[in-house]
């Protein structure tokens, strides 16, 4: 079984085109993709994860 792709989270934030301040209000709302916090300190995002927030985002504008 393939691993799963981690994105770090500059990379989340420039796919979705926020900033890191935006992103953060956003989360604390308790909206956004599913996030992993390393034992570095360190935030991923599951490929998929964020695959699936953003198709749910879809479902829910139509």
């Not at 709302?29 to 390393?38: A, D, F, S, V, W």
Request: proline share 8%; glycine share 4%.
């Amino acid at each position: 079984m393939a691993e799963p792709v981690m994105l770090k989270l500059p990379d989340v934030l420039r796919e979705l085109d926020m900033s890191r301040p935006a992103f953060y209000r956003m989360r604390a709302r308790g909206h956004g993709p599913r996030l992993i916090k390393l034992p570095n300190g360190h935030i991923r995002c599951r490929r998929a994860d964020l695959d699936a927030w953003l198709a749910d985002l879809e479902q829910t504008a139509a």
